[in-house]
């Protein structure tokens, strides 16, 4: 069966570093998405992406944030600056289409920061 | 702004009994509705869907969740729980709308199973 896959299963950085979180979508998906569950609260919806750019993006994904795919197989979420806050499970997310269709999830990265 | 409420953090149940794991929402519009389970180090993974139609939506190992729209509730049931039932349960809400719109979740609820 079809899978997302992301890497690093588990990162831990220091306060102010850069992190580059890595999602490989389903093949043949076109829309993209990452998620995020701080411990004990709910996954909350950080951005969705098609066709090369940004479709909608929650109040979380400030500046400090970025997404690119940049080779056709590759999503990537970047955090430019870490803050301790930005401590979560980071869940990367595939569909074939929008609306109703069921999104299918990779295992998530959980990102440490000091 | 769509939402999901999930009342309960931790449902205990006796293998072989049923078992309820409650959801409301709250949408402009007829929603679409989804459970997700989590297993331990695992992402999640889809369980059902409401989009329409009947209101009682089976979905994998034998659950089913019903939509009752005058309640805004969705709840997911199974007639016979398992142990390896034990995990997270999340529900989820998109409101249907065109374009590639959010799936909204609950905090979760943590459904433990006990032999």
């Known amino acids: 069966e079809p899978e997302v896959t992301q890497t690093p299963s588990h990162q831990v950085t220091q306060m102010g570093q850069e992190v580059i979180l890595r999602c490989v979508p389903i093949s043949n998906h076109l829309y993209f998405y990452w998620y995020r569950q701080i411990l004990g609260q709910k996954v909350e919806f950080l951005v969705s992406?098609?066709?090369?750019?940004?479709?909608?993006k929650s109040e979380i994904f400030d500046d400090q944030f970025s997404v690119e795919r940049p080779d056709g197989s590759n999503f990537t979420l970047k955090i430019r600056s870490t803050k301790l806050e930005d401590s979560a499970m980071y869940f990367c997310a595939s569909s074939d289409r929008a609306g109703a269709n069921v999104l299918t999830f990779g295992a998530g990265s959980r990102l440490t920061v000091l | 702004a769509q939402s999901v409420a999930q009342p309960e953090d931790q449902v205990n149940v006796a293998e072989g009994n049923p078992l309820t794991v409650k959801c409301t929402y709250s949408v402009s519009g007829n929603p679409y509705l989804f459970w997700y389970v989590q297993y331990p180090n695992r992402g999640l993974q889809f369980l059902l869907k409401?989009?329409?139609?009947?209101?009682l939506v089976k979905g994998s190992y034998g659950f089913e969740a019903e939509f009752n729209k005058s309640q805004t509730s969705f709840h997911l049931k199974k007639p016979s729980a398992l142990v390896s039932d034990s995990a997270l349960y999340f529900c989820a809400v998109r409101a249907p709308r065109s374009g590639n719109t959010p799936l909204v979740f609950g905090k979760g609820t943590r459904l433990s199973v006990i032999a």
């Open positions: 992406f098609y066709n090369n750019e940004i479709s909608e």
């Open positions: 409401y989009i329409t139609g009947d209101n």
